[in-house]
């Protein structure tokens, strides 16, 4: 007796073959997605060759929420994707949305294939996000499903996108020291200007130093590679520090790339003899966790993670099918607050500069 095999499921994949168009516009047909630009004729194609196959969706439960695919490049433990994607996630459940989060590791065969898998969902659309700020090439499968790109934008502005304002950021830093008088403010970079972040900072630093009519010193901005450590971390910042502190004329204040690198300078700071704020003040940014808790506690700017986490979902959400495809987009930017605590002091003008001890 020979068996009958059963009947094959037919998939997006089979509709899209035969009606000649993308799995994903099959995808956005069938489950009626908003904001998308596929075409009357080709959305009754689509129909028909789905009639003709006999294809049956899976069965839904009438209450499951709609999801929202984040695709992003690396995830990292670190405070600052926590509050992006947290940010996301609330915002999306406080719409009944689900947010679901795939790491791609920058894989163009794995963003394809997580595509794959968001747009056989009920799926609202796809925020695309990277770690760093960045410029980042979206997939061109994007293009025909409501997207909105995460601190990271691209050139072309097809979509809105949304970054931290770290222009606004470097200058509201330095405005911060030279409000207190100081003006020897040293810039201690991450080294890596291919990071959009460490090119913005810096800017910000120069503008602010132009509003005051202070010419930039050279001297006064140091990078790892003038001292042959690491950018990023607290090594590189104690090893820049020293360099500074080496100077002939040292400065009165500095601004730090970031915290880790801040923590390295207060141990470079301390380790020769001198007092933070009376001696040397210091900024940071990024407000990490342990900002707070230095002695003294540290002068910083905050990223808006979890702000900007939620203004991608509601934006998504308020996606327009007609005029987001017609029109080019800017760059939303948003501030990172200061935040001032025991690090900065006023310029003791009547007192003489400090000079560092030699290192040991």
Not at 244 to 253: C, E, F, G, I, R
Request: with cysteine; hydrophobic share 40%; aromatic share 4%.
């Amino acid at each position: 007796m020979t068996m009958k095999a059963p009947n094959k499921r037919v998939t997006m994949s089979d509709i899209g073959r035969q009606a000649g168009v993308s799995q994903a516009s099959v995808s956005l047909v069938l489950n009626d997605a908003p904001g998308t630009r596929i075409s009357a004729a080709t959305r009754e194609k689509v129909l028909k060759v789905a009639r003709e196959l006999g294809y049956s969706a899976p069965l839904r439960a009438e209450s499951a929420p709609a999801i929202i695919g984040l695709l992003i490049n690396h995830l990292a433990m670190t405070p600052h994707v926590a509050a992006l994607l947290e940010g996301a996630r609330d915002e999306a459940a406080s719409s009944n949305c689900m947010l679901a989060t795939i790491a791609t590791h920058g894989d163009e065969q794995i963003e394809n294939e997580a595509l794959n898998y968001l747009l056989s969902r009920p799926l609202k659309g796809i925020i695309y996000a990277t770690l760093l700020t960045q410029e980042a090439n979206p997939p061109d499968r994007l293009r025909d499903v409501p997207t909105v790109m995460l601190n990271c934008h691209y050139s072309k502005q097809h979509y809105p996108s949304v970054v931290p304002a770290d222009i606004a950021g470097g200058v509201a830093a330095t405005t911060a020291l030279l409000d207190a008088g100081h003006r020897r403010i040293a810039f201690i970079s991450s080294g890596e200007d291919w990071i959009e972040g460490s090119r913005d900072r810096l800017l910000g630093y120069r503008q602010a130093l132009a509003t005051y009519d202070i010419a930039v010193d050279p001297a006064l901005i140091v990078s790892p590679e003038q001292t042959h450590s690491e950018g990023w971390t607290q090594r590189g910042g104690r090893e820049q520090t020293h360099a500074l502190l080496d100077l002939p004329l040292p400065p009165t204040a500095i601004f730090c790339f970031c915290d880790r690198m801040a923590l390295g300078a207060y141990e470079a700071i301390k380790s020769r003899g001198l007092r933070i704020p009376e001696d040397i003040s210091v900024i940071g940014f990024d407000d990490e966790v342990f900002a707070s808790s230095m002695e003294p506690p540290l002068s910083t700017l905050v990223l808006p993670h979890e702000e900007m986490g939620r203004w991608a979902v509601a934006r998504l959400l308020d996606f327009d099918p007609v005029a987001d495809r017609q029109r080019k987009h800017r760059t939303v930017k948003i501030e990172c607050p200061l935040v001032l605590r025991g690090s900065i002091a006023r310029l003791n003008t009547s007192a003489s500069q400090p000079i560092a001890p030699a290192r040991n």
